[in-house]
């Protein structure tokens, strides 16, 4: 099921944004892993927090203490919550999905982006200085 993002935006330095993520057409969560990541143009999409369907959360450590991955199942939607947000950090965001397993961010480096069969548009995050 194709994933739909929102929430992107200019912030300033230190400030804070709200991404969020569902699956189009009204589709749900089952049984899965779900991750953003994000890219800068020219370099390669990497992953900043992972959510399984048993409730494990997994972040990098860049964003550690800053951003928070969280699910509502209610109404079937991840969120990637940011904070401190650095200039550094202005990029496209993505919500991915796959089956679930190796779900944890050290498995999911390693896996690289072939494993994710479900991806959104992506939206822009831009941090201004």
């Known amino acids: 099921v194709p994933l739909v993002e929102s929430g992107g935006g200019s912030v300033q330095s230190g400030g804070s944004l709200r991404l969020s993520c569902t699956p189009s057409?009204?589709?749900?969560?089952?049984?899965?892993?779900m991750a953003w990541f994000r890219q800068v143009p020219g370099k390669e999409r990497e992953p900043v927090a992972s959510?399984?369907?048993?409730?494990?959360?997994s972040h990098a450590n860049s964003v550690k203490d800053r951003f928070a991955i969280f699910l509502d199942d209610t109404i079937h939607t991840l969120y990637l919550h940011m904070d401190s947000l650095q200039a550094v950090e202005t990029a496209k965001y993505y919500c991915?999905?796959?089956?679930?397993?190796?779900?944890?961010?050290?498995?999911?480096?390693?896996?690289?982006?072939?494993?994710?069969?479900?991806w959104g548009q992506g939206t822009q995050v831009t941090v201004t200085s």
């Open positions: 959510a399984d369907s048993n409730g494990a959360l």
């Open positions: 991915a999905a796959k089956a679930p397993g190796e779900c944890m961010m050290a498995s999911v480096r390693r896996g690289g982006l072939t494993p994710w069969t479900n």
């Open positions: 057409g009204g589709g749900t969560f089952s049984a899965y892993c």
